[in-house]
């Protein structure tokens, strides 16, 4: 998969969205799980894009914890076999390589293994964070520091760094 351009939208043609458009033009903020976005559509109309971006979030916090957990389940391992084969969406593709996840050395690709499998095995969902906030460096050091903690903080660490790539990408949607 290459780098897609994503127009950019405005404030106005997302607040004029009926659900199945708000759905189409936001859905896919949320990994594989446009659902989120079509029940932020009831918050709207948004006056500012950080009002957008915090109706998209509240939906994360209202959610059963049933579905934060399926909706975890839902991201792709960072630097993951999928990854390599190109089959991620647009927009992971686009943040795993702005921290270099797609040049990894064989040595590195396997550390990247070694981390994402012992990590699920631990917490049962795969490590998330926010890579455009980080370094290959960082990444590997916040591996192994929250490999050091316990689910339920590990849980709220994974929907944080998903509202801020929630929040990352909506403002690179609309351009503010």
């Known amino acids: 998969m ?30 594989s799980s446009p659902w989120f976005a079509r029940r932020a559509h009831r918050h709207g109309p948004f006056t500012s894009t950080a009002a957008l971006i915090r109706a998209m979030t509240r939906v994360l916090d209202e959610a059963a914890d049933e579905e934060k957990l399926a909706f975890i389940r839902a991201h792709p391992d960072l630097a993951g076999k999928a990854a ?50 980080h370094t290959l460096d960082s990444i590997i050091e916040a591996f192994h520091r929250r490999l050091e903690s316990d689910p339920q903080t590990e849980m709220a ?9 929630v929040s990352l990408r909506i403002r690179e949607r609309i351009g503010k």
């Open 2 to 31: 290459g780098t897609v351009d994503v127009p950019a939208l405005t404030l106005e043609a997302i607040n004029r969205a009926d659900a199945d458009g708000f759905t189409a033009v936001l859905g896919d903020v949320f990994e």
């Open 84 to 133: 390599r084969a190109r089959d991620l969406e647009p927009d992971s593709t686009r943040e795993q390589a702005s921290a270099g996840l797609d040049r990894l050395s064989d040595a590195d690709f396997t550390l990247f293994m070694d981390l994402n499998r012992r990590y699920r095995e631990k917490f049962g969902f795969p490590f998330i964070i926010a890579v455009r906030d």
């Open 157 to 165: 660490e994974a929907l944080a760094n998903i509202a801020r790539i």
